[in-house]
């Protein structure tokens, strides 16, 4: 998972997208990288978070009227800072790309790109692959007379070709820039527009939080196999291209996104309160009578809300949070995030002690959060503890971009409820149905592969062992 942004202005808007990237931090703390166009690209990128790797950043060597920006959560491929984004070739055209997604048949594209248009990856993410095989096929073209509709018809071919999950933005050198996206629309991606005293400028991001802050209006969300390109002279060009039902990521809703995002007319906030009302249905199945509802910092606050106003139970912030340090799933491996528990979060005594207390959080994975936390609160005097998950149990690996480890090691997936509970030391686990965010999403079509094993995009079992290998290898488990 990671988060994007490209702006297309009339003067330097270099400021602009390193600003932007900061309100996508959340998306990925790995590595951050900008690429701006100025007759030629000019790149910086490196590991870290965005602050750090732009802090002493001399803007005059990275001006532009035209750029995009990157913060990268490393799913599959290294970790170094070579193998960031953004990636910019000059062959055989000047092309710059960034995405948020995952491609899932690389290993094809790799020997497509190999045998067919003699291209080596010297990267192993996989916006490489994207990027390659956009150059290859733009190749075809007439390049001395290239159209818009050379463009597009060049992204279609990807979008035939590249499979998984990608929202993408392009700088095409001295064209314009170009947003495009899978045809399920897996990941979000967003268009805003703002008027300067030397006219319109155009933005793309992954959320619209980054648009509240930079002073964009929001105009709409990409749809699946969309792509929108803008000019030079600030024309605006659009093409639904390969086009499949969408799957859109209810992990974003769940987890990812900000709470203060709209992705398809939906706050997040408010879908979160939804959830946790739904939740309330289940956890009221049980019998159970919690003396306060608890949540865990911070993407859980509102589903503990929504569950506690539903069950008629106070809500209390029962976990202190230490706010100085990053999101602990998104570390590179399980010893990193244990670590990052224990530094992260701490019971506050006086609320959690002699309670029964019902602790919300997103989801449980590996249960390596929610086993910490039922023993700290154990600790602080808790009598007992029920664990309530706003997702439905995740059994299966997400192959789009969402780092949830490898089958094996996802609790779900080899144990039942009860014994998970047994395993995280909970009195009780109680998730979210299936049918039930189902049920809440019948407007919009999503992607809950990660609870149901039904990719949308089909895979292959080789496909799965690939990805599943390639995880291991990169010790991204
Ligand atoms: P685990 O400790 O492995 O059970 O993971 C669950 C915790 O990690 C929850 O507290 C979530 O907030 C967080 N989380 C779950 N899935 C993800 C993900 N794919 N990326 C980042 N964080 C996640």
């Known amino acids: 998972m990671c988060g994007i942004i490209g702006v297309i202005g009339h003067e330097d808007v270099s400021s602009e997208i390193i600003n932007g990237m900061t309100t996508l931090q959340h998306r990925g703390q790995d590595a951050a ?31 532009g009227n035209c750029g995009l920006g990157h913060v990268r959560y490393s ?37 497509t790109l190999y045998e067919e248009h003699h291209r080596l990856l010297d990267t192993s993410n996989d916006v490489a692959l994207i990027l390659y095989t956009f150059a290859s096929e733009l190749e075809r073209k007439d390049l001395k007379h290239l159209k818009v509709d050379d463009i597009f018809d060049t992204v279609q071919e990807v979008q035939r070709k590249v499979k998984g999950a990608y929202s993408a933005l392009t700088i095409i ?111 009221k199945e049980t019998g159970l009578q919690p003396d306060i509802v608890i949540d865990v910092p911070n993407s859980a606050y509102f589903f503990a809300s929504g569950l506690a106003e539903n069950l008629g139970v106070p809500y209390r912030r029962g976990l202190a949070k230490n706010y100085h340090m990053g999101r602990s799933f998104i570390t590179p491996n399980q010893e990193a ?34 086993k910490r936390i039922i023993k700290m609160l154990r600790a602080a005097g808790a009598k007992e503890v029920y664990f309530v998950s706003a997702s439905p149990p995740i059994k299966y690996p997400c192959i789009y971009g969402i780092d949830m480890s490898v089958k094996k090691e996802i609790l779900a997936s080899n144990y039942e409820i009860s014994e998970i509970a047994h395993y995280i030391g909970a009195d009780a686990v109680v998730y979210q149905k299936l049918e039930d965010l189902q049920e809440l999403y019948k407007d919009l079509p999503i992607c809950h592969a990660c609870f149901s094993g039904q990719y949308p995009t089909g895979v292959t079992k080789e496909i799965l062992e690939d990805i599943e290998r390639e995880k291991m290898e990169s010790n991204r488990v």
Not at 104 to 109: A, Q, R, W, Y
Not at 222 to 234: A, K, Q, T, Y
Not at 250 to 274: C, P, W
């Open 33 to 63: 990288g900008v690429v701006m166009f100025n007759g030629n690209f000019r790149l910086k990128k490196g590991n870290g978070h965005v602050n750090e790797v732009f802090k002493d950043i001399d803007f005059k060597t990275l001006k």
């Open 173 to 283: 050198a001295k064209r314009g820039i170009l947003a495009f996206s899978d045809p399920y629309g897996i990941r979000p991606l967003v268009m805003g527009k703002k008027y300067t005293d030397q006219g319109v400028v155009y933005a793309f991001a992954s959320e619209s939080s980054t648009f509240d802050y930079l002073g964009y209006e929001m105009m709409r969300d990409l749809r699946p196999g969309e792509m929108i390109f803008i000019d030079n002279n600030h024309h605006v060009y659009e093409r639904i291209g390969e086009k499949k039902q969408q799957a859109f990521c209810v992990f974003e809703y769940i987890y990812f996104a900000r709470e203060d995002t709209k992705i398809h007319n939906r706050l997040v906030a408010t879908e979160r309160v939804r959830m946790g009302k739904k939740l309330a249905e289940t956890f």
């Open 337 to 370: 995030r244990e670590k990052m528990v224990k530094q992260k979060l701490n019971p506050i005594k006086d609320i959690v002690q002699g309670r029964k207390i019902a602790v919300v959080d997103d989801s449980i994975v590996r249960g390596t959060t929610s």
């Open 75 to 111: 799913t599959l491929g290294s970790t170094d800072a070579v193998d960031a984004q953004p990636i910019a070739v000059n062959y055989p055209y000047g092309l710059a790309m960034v995405h948020n997604g995952n491609v899932i048949n690389f290993k094809e594209l790799k020997k």
